[in-house]
């Protein structure tokens, strides 16, 4: 079946604007998990979403950051006045929590900010 | 807070050796999951192998196997017969258990370069 997508592949925007990247899980996935992966680094939790429950919003690096799942499927990551230091890659991930404790990630976006 | 420790940047094997890459943590926890992801440049993270912590036995998914020391907070991958295509950048994570699913923790990764 078609696994976690992500859109925009690549994403360059200039310092001070709105971008918004989009996450599509897989199919029935309860749970989606959005990281950030700056040049060389490991991945920094950012936000996670379960079911109806309220997100766990606890990495989320500044105001700057939100992000929505609509319906329980979709997500939008939404980061306001981009600056450059939020250049890096986006991934996003979702798991089917009853059966197993393994994340499906996506491709990732890859964020450019001049 | 949990941390997981990857102290090797990057590594290097021959084609169809074998090599160990190195993970350490830190819990309190008793019940928790490690794993190891590859991520190769296409940026796409593949789960390579999972460990539950209340197992004894050590994970083997074919040519990749841990070796896992819960004592030593310990949880190394070693991939036999090197391929090309194993070249990648390797990430250990941990996850806590009972119903803890919020967050993964995840090391800052190893390169692996595969030589022919």
């Known amino acids: 079946g078609a696994g976690v997508s992500q859109s925009p592949s690549n994403k360059v925007t200039e310092k001070g604007k709105d971008v918004e990247l989009r996450c599509d899980p897989i199919?029935?996935?309860?749970?989606l998990y959005w990281y950030r992966q700056s040049l060389g680094q490991g991945l920094e939790f950012l936000i996670y979403?379960?079911?109806?429950?309220?997100?766990?919003k606890s990495g989320l690096p500044s105001d700057r950051f939100s992000a929505e799942r609509t319906g329980g499927s979709v997500s939008t990551l939404t980061i306001q006045r981009t600056q450059q230091e939020d250049s890096a890659v986006y991934l996003c991930?979702?798991?089917?929590?009853?059966?197993?404790?393994?994340?499906?990630f996506g491709p990732g976006t890859r964020l450019t900010v001049t | 807070a949990q941390t997981v420790t990857q102290s090797q940047p990057e590594m290097s094997v021959q084609e169809a050796e074998t090599v160990t890459l190195s993970c350490t943590y830190d819990?309190?926890?008793?019940?928790?999951?490690l794993f190891w992801y590859k991520q190769p440049p296409s940026r796409q993270m593949i789960l390579v192998i999972r460990q539950e912590a209340y197992k004894q036995q050590n994970a083997t998914e074919n040519r990749f196997s841990v070796n896992f020391q819960k004592a030593a907070k310990s949880f190394s991958l070693k991939i036999s017969d090197s391929q090309l295509g194993d070249a990648a950048m390797y990430f250990c994570a941990y996850q806590k258990g009972l119903g803890n699913f919020n967050k993964f923790y995840f090391g800052s990764g190893t390169k692996l370069n595969v030589k022919p």
């Open positions: 819990t309190s926890e008793s019940d928790y999951y």
């Open positions: 991930a979702s798991s089917l929590l009853v059966q197993s404790y393994e994340q499906y």
């Open positions: 199919s029935g996935h309860t749970a």
């Open positions: 979403f379960q079911g109806n429950s309220a997100p766990d």
